[in-house]
Structure formats: structure tokens, C-alpha cells
């Protein structure tokens, strides 16, 4: 009886220590000596012949932007425009961007999605914590075409609504992920790999 409580309450402690530390307020994170003012800093990768993810930070040091827009580009032809609400460099409350794809058989093709990913400032997003789906980027070119079973625990809660009231689109630049034989590879461009400390 005793060893259950004393489980039961070490356990409660330490959710309790991660849900704080997920609520402290962060400190800015610095300026970057090199490379430009978006950066994507990659977490960690898994990869199976039937999945896999992987998991990244955005930073971001624009003064005159808010967020970050991700138009994303699938295998699939459709498409995604989603945002992401930043303050002092940093994506907010412990956010971090997660990509993930589960087959049920081993998949031995090849598996691209590439991202496009720019400042902006928006406005009526249905927010899930500091993120939510965009209708279309601000000139239209690319439109939210994902089927439901995409981020299907934010469209099962929120609408994809809310526009681009400005942006620095024709300065932003591609990333992407490849998935083959059961390996992932992540490209960043060289001068948007984190490099603040």
C-alpha cells in the first residue's frame, strides 16, 4: 500500500515538474551570429519501414512578424498552409512542429513532402494553443486541400479559417523530408540550420 502511494505521488510530481516547465516563461533565445532571421532547429527522427517522424523547432527573429506560415506540399498532391504564433525567437507554450506518416505494410518507394516556409502576420485563426490552419496563403497560389485524417485532432476541434494580412512569402525558403527503405532524411538549407546558442 505504501509503495502504490508513494508511485502514485512520485508520478503526479513529475507530470506535474514537465507540465511547469511547459509553463514557465522562456527566455528569448538569441540572435543568431550567422545564417538568416528563420531558422529550423531538427529535434530527432525515427524511421520504420512503416513510419516515421520527425520533430523540429522553428525560430524566428523578424520584428515586424508574429507568426510563421508553412505551406506544405505532400506526396499525395494536396496541401496544407498552417501558422505558427513565435515570441522571442521561439515557437510558444513548448510547441514544436511534428511530421509523422503511418502505413500499415512496409513502404519501399520513396516518400517526399517539402515545405515552404516564411514570416507573416495573420489574423482569425481558429487557434489550437499557438497554431492553426490556414484557407490559402494571402495570394491564393496554394489552398488547404488535406483530407480529414490530416492533423485530424485539430480539425476534429477548429475551423481552417483566417487570412495573411502580410507577409514576407518572396524571402522564404523550402525545407523538406524524404523517407525511403525505412530511413528518413531532413533537408534544411545551410543558412537556416539553428545556429544561435
Not at 510547441?95 to 515545405?115: K, L
Request: aromatic content about 14%; some cysteine; overall charge negative.
Amino acid at each position: 500500500m505504501i509503495v502504490r502511494l508513494l508511485t502514485t505521488f512520485l508520478s503526479t510530481a513529475a507530470a506535474m515538474v514537465v507540465v511547469g516547465c511547459c509553463s514557465l516563461p522562456r527566455p528569448p533565445v538569441p540572435f543568431p551570429n550567422i545564417g538568416a532571421s528563420v531558422q529550423i532547429k531538427l529535434n530527432d527522427t525515427e524511421a520504420t519501414l512503416t513510419d516515421f517522424d520527425v520533430s523540429i523547432n522553428f525560430y524566428e527573429w523578424e520584428e515586424d512578424y508574429e507568426f510563421l506560415v508553412q505551406e506544405i506540399f505532400l506526396p499525395n498532391g494536396t496541401t496544407l498552409v498552417e501558422v505558427f504564433r513565435m515570441e522571442n525567437g521561439q515557437q510558444l507554450t513548448c510547441r514544436y512542429d511534428h511530421h509523422s506518416v503511418e502505413f500499415e505494410n512496409a513502404f519501399f518507394g520513396v516518400y517526399n513532402r517539402r515545405m515552404f516556409l516564411y514570416p507573416a502576420n495573420v489574423e482569425g485563426v481558429d487557434w489550437e494553443k499557438n497554431f492553426g490552419h490556414l484557407p490559402e496563403n494571402r495570394d491564393g497560389s496554394v489552398k488547404t486541400t488535406i483530407k480529414e485524417n490530416f492533423n485530424k485532432d485539430y480539425q476534429k476541434k477548429h475551423e481552417t479559417q483566417g487570412r495573411i494580412i502580410d507577409d514576407k512569402r518572396d524571402e522564404g525558403f523550402w525545407w523538406s523530408i524524404e523517407w525511403k527503405n525505412g530511413k528518413v532524411s531532413v533537408q534544411i538549407p545551410e543558412e537556416h540550420r539553428y545556429t544561435a546558442k
